[in-house]
C-alpha cells in the first residue's frame, strides 16, 4: 500500500490562471515560466495545463528537448541559454529559442557552425541588466552584443528582456532598485535596438500595466500562488493548482507538561490530542515551520506543533473532535492558501511548491465545484 500523501494538481486551476495573466495583458503574448518541474507541479502536467499559452519557457535543456519529444510544437525558451556547442546545435534543431546573456554564449553563437541550409533557425533574446545584477549585458554594453548577434548568419530573430530585483515590492518603498527604474533603463535600450520586448513576472503582470510589452513571462501566478506579502492569491482571482493532502496515521492523548516529537520544541499547556501526519520534510514540507503554522484536518484549521521529522509532522487534534486515524490532512491547497504556511516558514511559496516535485505521488483532479 502506498502512503497516503498526494499532490493533487488540478490542470483546471492553471488554464484558470492562465486565463487571469491574459485579461491582465490581452495585447501580450505569454511565455508560460515551466522552469523547476513546472514549479513542482510536473512538466507534462504543466505543458497540457498551460497548452493555451503561447510558449512554455524553462531553465533545464534536457526538460526543453521533453517537451518537443512530448509533442509541444509552439515555442520554447531556454532561460538560461545553453552552455555548449552541442546544446546550441541541438536548440537550433529544434527549434528552440535561447536567452543570450553573456559574451561566452555570443561567442559559442559566432564559432559553431549551425547549419542554415533552410534559413536562419536561432530565435534569441537578449538579456539586459537592468539592476537585478545575476544574468545579462549592462545597458552599456547591449549595442555591441546585438551587432555580434545581428552579423551571426544563424541568428533569426532578437528579441530584448530583463528581469526585475523588486518586483513584489512594487508600491511599497523599498531601498532597492524599484520597477519603474528598471524599466526606464530597459526601454532606453528598446528604442535603440528594437526587436520584440519581454519585461513582466507574475507580479508585474498583476500590479505594472505599463511594462507589459509584447510578451509576458508569469510563472507562479499561474499555478495559483502570489510572493506579495499579506495579499491572498484568492483575492486576485487566482485558484490553487496544488494541493498536498495526507492522512493522519497515528493518534496520542498527552497530558499538560508532555511535549511532543524530536527536540521537545512544544510542551502542552493542558491535555491535548495529537495527530501524527504521513509528510515530513523528504516530502518537501518545511523543517522550517514555526509551531502554529496552519493546517486542515477533515476541512478544519487547525495547527502543527513540534519539529517536522523526516517523513512525518505532527498536529494539534484537539479542535478536531471527530478526528481519528485516516482522517484526511491538508498541508496546503483548496482551502488553505499556501501562502500562510510559507510565512509560517519564512519561505516564498514558490520554494514550497518546488519543493514537493517527485516527492509525493502526483495525481491529477478536477476542481472541486463551488458549492462543493
Ligand atoms: C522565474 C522567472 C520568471 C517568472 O517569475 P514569477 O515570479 O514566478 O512569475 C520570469 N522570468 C524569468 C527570467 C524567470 O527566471
Redesign the pocket.
Known amino acids: 500500500m502506498s502512503r497516503p500523501l498526494v499532490a493533487k494538481i488540478h490542470l483546471a486551476a492553471m488554464e484558470h490562471n492562465l486565463a487571469v495573466a491574459r485579461q491582465r495583458s490581452p495585447r501580450s503574448k505569454l511565455w508560460a ?1 515551466i ?1 523547476a518541474d513546472g514549479y513542482g507541479h510536473g512538466l507534462e502536467r504543466s505543458m497540457r495545463g498551460f497548452a493555451g499559452a503561447d510558449g512554455l519557457s524553462l531553465t533545464d535543456f534536457d526538460d526543453a528537448i521533453r517537451l518537443r519529444e512530448l509533442g509541444w510544437q509552439k515555442p520554447v525558451l531556454l ?1 538560461e541559454g545553453v552552455n555548449s556547442a552541442a546544446t546550441l546545435r541541438l536548440a537550433a534543431e529544434h527549434r528552440i529559442h535561447t536567452v543570450v546573456h553573456c559574451a561566452e554564449q555570443i561567442e559559442m553563437l559566432e564559432k559553431t557552425h549551425l547549419d542554415t541550409a533552410q534559413g536562419p533557425q536561432m530565435d534569441v533574446y537578449l538579456k539586459i541588466n537592468t539592476g537585478l545584477n545575476r544574468l545579462g549585458f549592462l545597458p552599456e554594453h547591449a549595442a555591441s552584443a546585438h551587432a555580434r548577434l545581428t552579423a551571426v548568419p544563424a541568428v533569426a530573430s532578437i528579441s530584448l528582456m530583463t ?1 526585475f530585483a523588486n518586483s513584489y515590492a512594487y508600491g511599497t518603498t523599498h531601498p532597492g532598485i524599484s520597477v519603474s527604474e528598471q524599466v526606464m533603463r530597459f526601454r532606453a535600450i528598446g528604442r535603440q535596438l528594437g526587436g520584440e520586448c519581454s519585461l513582466c ?3 508585474t503582470v498583476l500590479a505594472v500595466p505599463n511594462a507589459y510589452a509584447d510578451w509576458i ?5 499561474l499555478y495559483g500562488a502570489t ?1 506579495f506579502p499579506g495579499v491572498a492569491a484568492s483575492s486576485l482571482g487566482l485558484l490553487p493548482a496544488m494541493t498536498l493532502e495526507s492522512e493522519i496515521i497515528g493518534v496520542q492523548h498527552i497530558t499538560a507538561g508532555e511535549s511532543v516529537g524530536y527536540g521537545s520544541r512544544f510542551f502542552a499547556e493542558n491535555s491535548m490530542v495529537i495527530g501524527v501526519v504521513a509528510c515530513g520534510y523528504i516530502n518537501g514540507y518545511p523543517r522550517s515551520i514555526r509551531d502554529g503554522a496552519p493546517v486542515l484536518v477533515n476541512g478544519v484549521r487547525t495547527r502543527v506543533v513540534g519539529r517536522v521529522s523526516m517523513d512525518k509532522l505532527t498536529v494539534d487534534l484537539t479542535p478536531v473532535a471527530a478526528a481519528r486515524v485516516g482522517s484526511k490532512v491538508t498541508l496546503w491547497g483548496q482551502g488553505l492558501p499556501i501562502e500562510d504556511v510559507a510565512s509560517a516558514a519564512d519561505t516564498i511559496c ?1 520554494e514550497l511548491m518546488c519543493g514537493v516535485s517527485n516527492r509525493a505521488r502526483a495525481i491529477e483532479e478536477p476542481l472541486p465545484k463551488a458549492d462543493d
Do not use: Q
Request: contains cysteine.
Open positions: 515560466i522552469k532561460l528581469h513576472d507574475s507580479a513571462r508569469p510563472g507562479v501566478m510572493c514558490c
